[in-house]
């Protein structure tokens, strides 16, 4: 069951760390490199020393046999719409390549940090956790069913559920690397999907607290039909480290941001759709 909730996250999630894969799955890092090591020696997962960091740790990827298990993947990471690789081997060349293997890291940490705190808090779950182009397609699906030309293309979508309350929200992943209008801009399309589908928080995850300064500054006295939080890379999501561009003079729990999921109509509430299974609450499956 873990082997194969590893590959579903590496065929929708493209890569993740050893150190990732341990607080996920595993009870010690050891223990996860040993299961690792073997994975890979079957050829189910394919690895290479990570290079963004300078860890020397080894990211992983679905290797040949993870590849006919899980037959359905994303495919690159730079164009959701590319040609299918030959090849798994094809496929993890276009991950290592990647000009956004940083940002899908650090994209994923996010929800790895979330299934960890689940892991030791019994009243917590991660109930879905949808890559960028799982996101993507699932919403481009709903925008059109509701008569709309626009969707939104977060860096990741999850629906969080802890202390008796279920938040869903949708990541946008900040390296820092872009002008702050670029990512204010991002913010229209979540405006549109308002008026069909669920209010989410958008998280506007950033590097140091002089940018969150700056998109707050930014953002101050303007109404959002989203709900907007700011917080910073080292904070942890499930904890107090949200920052409501409405509300700034606190932070807040994940759990305690405001959440509207919608019209209650499968096509155009996510929140809905038929892909979370309640046996295992952190499946996640590449098909939209």
């Known amino acids: 069951m873990r082997d194969h909730q590893l590959l579903r996250w590496l065929a929708e999630h493209y890569v993740l760390s050893t150190g990732q894969v341990a607080a996920a799955l595993f009870p010690s890092l050891r223990a996860a490199r040993l299961r690792l090591a073997q994975l890979h020696r079957v050829e189910a997962v394919s690895r290479f020393v990570d290079v963004t960091t300078g860890s020397g740790q080894y990211l992983y990827t679905l290797g040949p046999l993870g590849a006919v298990v899980h037959p359905t993947q994303f495919n690159d990471p730079n164009q959701a719409g590319a040609r299918a690789p030959r090849t798994s081997i094809d496929r993890t060349e276009r991950i290592i390549g990647s000009r956004r293997l940083a940002h899908l890291l650090g994209t994923n940490q996010l929800f790895i940090d979330l299934i960890g705190y689940a892991r030791t808090h019994e009243h917590a779950r991660l109930a879905r956790w949808w890559s960028e182009q799982h996101t993507t397609a699932a919403f481009a699906a709903a925008s059109y069913a509701a008569g709309s030309a626009t969707g939104v293309q977060p860096d990741g979508h ?6 008796g309350r279920t938040v869903g929200f949708f990541l946008e992943h900040d390296n820092g ?23 989410y928080p958008v998280l506007l995850r950033v590097p140091g607290r002089r940018r969150e300064h700056h998109l707050l500054d930014a953002l101050a006295g303007v109404p959002t039909a989203m709900p907007v939080a700011t917080g910073l890379h080292g904070d942890h999501p499930a904890g107090p480290a949200w920052t409501l561009t409405a509300a700034p003079r606190q932070r807040r729990w994940l759990h305690e941001l405001p959440s509207d999921h919608g019209p209650d109509n499968p096509a155009t509430n996510p929140h809905r759709f038929p892909d979370t299974d309640p046996s295992d609450a952190t499946r996640c499956d590449p098909q939209p």
């Open 177 to 199: 690397t872009e002008p702050l209008a670029t990512v204010l801009r991002k913010l229209r399309g979540y405006e549109q999907l308002a008026g069909y589908g669920p209010r």
């Open 158 to 163: 999850g629906i969080w559920h802890a202390d």
